[in-house]
């Protein structure tokens, strides 16, 4: 068995030795144009040349075998749950980025620089001289091919992202710190596959693992994932082999308990090209299912996003999304808090967390000259009284364990419900390669009857040091 102790210091070696993955220059309503897994943009010939312009502006230049930049990033506070950049995703202070490519290997490498601890609450980890810091991205990655087997092998702190979805993942999103991590991806022609294992931050003094596993087929019109991923947690708990089996799902021998150490979720999605400008996607996610039970669908657990995305919809340089999700109370969670689907206290799958309904729609227009574009976002949000901090209880069962027949179980989201609504717009310019200054204005319901407005101002800049 590998102990986490003994997992810590490959990580910490790789983390200070090494250096990791940069994206924080991309924008996060235009990440699903492009395919993260050959970094080649999923436009097609008969899309503008307006939006692969826009997309490749903002993409760091890897060609040569090192690269070393620094990112700065700026934003003033917000109540936003609206996340429009990826830049939002970091506080405010300075990132460093180093990456060397050699052939079949990358090693790569960010560390987070601030002022103030508060901005690094993803990662905090120490604070010199009023200075705090922290490894962000940290990883070492192989890949290789054999005829038409393409495989690659990733060890360190990076994103783990899988999921369709515009607003948020329901699966693995990039909401929480990246994960320690070793990964392994395969694909043979249309067949796609994953399987990682995960570190996360210790709970109660429970060290947990996270493992997943997915399987994806992909052509030209049609790409359907179906994986799990099984929280395992104990004192001293150490990596354990089995959950990486691609072709068990530990869900089946977990259903209607989560007493056994382990919470296990399944997950299947779907993004169907209508033509290559119309896409409808859709999440399914399940974290326990009911057969035990007559009578009482409120004891399953899941999770369902819907939406499309319009290309050149109204105009040829448009971008215009609409999507909903709904998640219900004790999704991502079980009887024991350190199976909660969470990383350093962050929703490592939809943002949201649990118990809500979400109706989020998005429009960009690209522009010309210094107003480099234009934006819309709404949001609907009926939020109920539980949460991921909510302790998991059954209510539906008496103090002896035993079903209640005559339970009433009040609906999801839970009662009394609390209603938000988000009406954002703003301009994009371009001040000069690199660098961006984002002005919108923020406009929220969060209390009844009362309306707040709020001008937000996000800047950043990349700084390319060294390409050689």
């Given at each position: 068995?590998?102990t ?15 250096y ?10 235009y990440?699903?144009?492009?395919y ?9 010939t ?8 826009y997309?490749e502006?903002?993409?760091v ?9 620094l ?10 749950n ?5 830049s ?21 490498n960010?560390i987070?620089?601030?002022?103030d ?13 009023n ?33 369709y979805?515009n ?13 320690d991590?070793v ?7 249309k ?19 996270l ?8 052509n ?11 929280i395992?947690s104990?004192i001293?708990?150490?990596?354990d ?17 989560t ?21 409808l ?26 939406g ?12 215009f ?8 109370n004790q999704?991502y ?15 490592i799958?939809?943002?949201l ?26 949001s ?20 002896k ?17 609390n ?19 984002i ?9 009844k ?13 990349y ?6």
């Amino acid at each position: 068995m590998i102990t986490k102790s003994t997992l810590y210091k490959y990580i910490f070696l790789i983390a200070h030795s090494c250096y990791g993955q940069f994206f924080y220059t991309e924008s996060n309503n235009y990440n699903v144009l492009k395919y993260s897994e050959n970094n080649s943009y999923g436009l097609g010939t008969n899309q503008p040349k307006a939006w692969n312009s826009y997309l490749e502006a903002k993409s760091v230049n890897y060609k040569r075998p090192h690269h070393f930049g620094l990112f700065i990033n700026y934003r003033n506070n917000s109540n936003s749950n609206i996340i429009q950049e990826k830049s939002d995703l970091i506080g405010n202070g300075l990132l460093t980025n180093y990456r060397f490519n050699y052939k079949k290997f990358e090693v790569t490498n960010s560390i987070f620089f601030t002022y103030d601890h508060n901005e690094a609450k993803r990662g905090f980890v120490r604070t010199i001289k009023n200075v705090t810091l922290y490894t962000n991205q940290a990883y070492f990655k192989y890949t290789n091919s054999l005829d038409s087997l393409n495989i690659s092998f990733k060890l360190g702190r990076d994103f783990l992202i899988e999921g369709y979805g515009n607003s948020a993942k329901l699966f693995f999103s990039d909401y929480s710190r990246p994960f320690d991590q070793v990964t392994i991806n395969a694909n043979y022609k249309k067949i796609y596959s994953k399987i990682s294992a995960i570190s996360l931050d210790d709970v109660n003094d429970y060290e947990r693992y996270l493992y997943m596993h997915s399987f994806s087929f992909r052509n030209k019109w049609i790409d359907f994932s179906i994986g799990e991923a099984i929280i395992s947690s104990n004192i001293n708990e150490s990596i354990d082999i089995k959950y990486l089996n691609p072709f068990n799902f530990w869900s089946w021998e977990n259903i209607g308990s989560t007493t056994n150490g382990l919470n296990a979720i399944l997950f299947s999605g779907m993004n169907f090209k209508i033509n290559p400008l119309l896409n409808l996607y859709c999440e399914i996610l399940v974290d326990d299912i009911n057969f035990h039970q007559k009578n009482a669908f409120y004891l399953n657990k899941y999770a369902y996003l819907v939406g499309f995305k319009f290309i050149s919809f109204p105009f040829k340089t448009s971008l215009f999304w609409i999507e909903g999700s709904n998640v219900l109370n004790q999704v991502y969670q079980s009887y024991d808090p350190s199976h909660t689907f969470t990383h350093r206290g962050y929703p490592i799958g939809h943002n949201l967390g649990n118990d809500f309904i979400n109706y989020r729609m998005h429009y960009s227009q690209i522009l010309k000259y210094k107003i480099n574009k234009f934006f819309i976002d709404y949001s609907y949000l009926i939020k109920g009284q539980n949460s991921l901090e909510t302790f998991f209880e059954n209510p539906w069962e008496n103090n002896k364990g035993e079903f209640d027949v005559n339970y009433k179980h009040p609906g999801f989201p839970t009662p009394p419900l609390n209603f938000f609504y988000e009406f954002n717009f703003g301009l994009e310019l371009r001040l000069k390669d690199y660098t961006y200054l984002i002005l919108s204005l923020e406009n929220n319901n969060y209390v009844k009857n009362n309306l707040s407005s709020k001008i937000r101002l996000r800047f950043w800049t990349y700084l390319n040091i060294k390409n050689e």
